[in-house]
């Protein structure tokens, strides 16, 4: 049986769904529908499967996300196969031509499933169906082959596929006529009508040797620039960090404008299983079961006559009361609320470029900051003091630091921390505390195996995140 | 100069401006309208002012308010007369009689001026003059003058005051002719362009032994029990605090009912100057100067393409963004959130109520909770641990106190604690801890001149706030 190797990308931060997808913890991250992420959903969906043998997923991601990308992995008890850096975004066509690469370099025949991380899926066994169709094309002809979605109503918003027939019915892959740009929405219409359009889905199934040739023949000046960039990049913890360097070089561009829409070997392969890339908050509205008034809730939410509503309350703590809305979106975070027309979702963006003109922390920050070592949140920022929770995992340690500004009262209140202040080593636990002197080089560790929380309470006259010398850190940060 | 004495009632609780306004902390205490809040604008009314004489004011509230009254008048520089404790709420005529009862005992030629403590009256010269044009009535024939607010549209949700002729443009009072019930709209309509229909706002001004007289004509069973309340009151910590088993006696009703319709002297004195009873947040948009296109903000909100919309963030550090929204309300709190239809605005009640009967405390409680000695806020509840930031007032004690289940560490981060520990009391100053055990007997003090802030951190398995064994009280707290 072929293996298959998925390749989920995993760099995106979009802005549409906004305040709960943020640049910093961007919406592949969040369990938008149903109880695991969109991240997670992505690699459940690529292992297992009647007839189908995946290896374990390769992960391109960022630097910032590294550390979510494997959390959110081992808290499903997915195994990842290489998780690769990239250190920037240069869209699609480098990232599937470093994955290609780095594939060719242990196994020239492999066959690799390029998916995004933040679309849903719901039906987990068409879609193996589908994927096991594709396998037959790129076997029997070598094609590379792209899922079109069959249509459910004139997109605009989309490219799509020109199949040159008709589906027959039958599942099998269909040879792509051509490309096609968002349309209007007259020739949307059109499309809908005919039945042989179908939506561009961006999952792509192909061999790493044909996949490379079509590179070579239509995008050859990639070849170089992410050639070095995988040779020459660094092992860091278990992560595979690309060249900067090499990678600067590489063009930014997107898969189906370098290779797709030039190649010949196109083929497409129907897909009417439901699918969504939540492009909006209109769109999670949609995938979101709404009620026969066509009200979707999440959270603590009361609904009081409401219709064509979407309404979340994102902490789970925070109670949302909606009365009497209509075409109404809704989503409330402690830090951040959103209330938009329904029919202005598309235009959530400008919302976020206003916030950060502003200069307001919430256009791309959550109050939760994610580290290699853990996370942490401020609880309250008071004259003088502030108020933090920090959670470390089992076996990870913050750099040895010193402040010039601010004294930290250290109290745990869950698991065991070993903690060094200047010369003195010791072990801290549950309901006891440390005080750090301000100028003491200090260093926290989870020794382990259980999670360590710890409030620290700082005191100062300031208390910026710039406060800090680092003299040793195992991630590596300046 | 005749001397008035401002009665302020500041019992009421309202859920129509919910989630600003909660049962345990309401409206009145709230900067709804500008900076100051309703109370304390109230209060600033009823000082100063040409021609007039205002006496230190009289506060009727209950006893979970008694605290929030004085730390209010004080940071309006207000000293402030009596302040009635009610055991329990019995609508505005067992108050004011009670007021005035107090009032007979020291001084039975006063008068009295009895107003609400949450409505918006935004010309203060000319609130004075028409109380001045009031008073004429009240020495010249003893009347119990209302003021009637001249309408400006046909609402059918207040009272009307029936005058016996239209008001001639001086300002002075009118004798009453009827009260009339809230009115359907047809009537409304036919009221407003007759020209001698005045709403009825529940300010008040008569002299005491005038409304006695009233009182004992028209409701004589109210004088026993509420005498009695007044006779037995105790004083406790500069409260007066009414006798409970006689007040309970007293009727549960509106001076309105009890009295008003009744009697023979009164008289209106129109009003024109502007005036809302903030019945409702479409109330608080019509006071909250909304912009061009009718969209009123408060705090850090961003609005795109709005129209018709009350926009609030009340944190102060949550960012509320709304786009394209019309006829929509949106109060943002970091616990709690309302989105209504603003033509829904007066069944705010009911959303409350959907709340209460799913047990969520945002129903009722805010997180910030006011004691005699301070407030506190609780920042985060975790698996067996919990923070809380603690304010206390300078020269007030928390009681001495031990709990079962848990342990404390105090971080103080403003101002100095005077901490009892068992046999042990010492002062701990701004970046310093205290750690307080499990069973310890305890007790948190502010010996200093400025306000004390400590981070408390608790660890154990019970952190309810009924967990405590209180041994001396100076606020007799059981």
Known sequence: MTQIHPVILCGGSGTRLWPLSRKSYPKQFVPLVGHTTLFQASAQRLTGGEGLDFAAPMVLTNADFRFIVTEQLAAVGIDPGPVLIEPEGRNTAP?????????????????????????????????????????????????????????DRPETGYGYLRLSARPDGSGAAVPLDRFVEKPDEDTARAMLADGSHLWNSGIFLFAVRDILAAFEAHAPGLMAPVRAAVEAAKTDLGFLRLDPAAWAGAEDISIDYAVMEKAENLSVVPFSGGWSDLDSWAAVHEQSAPDAQGVARSGPVTAIDCRNALLRSESGAQELVALGVENLIAVAMPDAVLVASMDRAQ???QAVTALKA???????????????????ESLVVGERFQVKRIHVHPGAALSLQSHHHRSEHWIVVSGTAKVT????????????????????????????????????????????EDDIIRYEDVYARG
Chains 1, 2 share one sequence.
């Open 347 to 349: 235009d959530v963006k």
């Open 95 to 151: 990232a599937v031509l470093a994955a290609a690469l780095h594939l060719a370099a242990t196994d020239p025949e492999a066959v690799m499933l390029v998916a995004p991380s933040d679309h849903v899926v719901p039906d987990t066994a068409a879609f193996h169906a589908a994927v096991a169709q594709g396998l037959k094309a790129v076997r029997a002809r070598g094609d590379l082959v792209t899922f079109g979605i069959m249509p």
């Open 358 to 376: 502003k200069g307001a922390a919430q256009a791309e920050q959550l109050p939760v900051d994610h580290r290699p070592w853990g996370w942490f």
């Open 421 to 464: 202040v200047d010369d003195e080593v010791r072990l801290v636990t549950e309901n006891q505390s440390v005080y750090i002197p301000l100028g003491a080089v200090h260093r926290m560790e989870n020794p382990g195996k259980v999670p360590m929380v710890l409030i620290e309470v700082q005191t100062g006259a300031y208390l910026g």
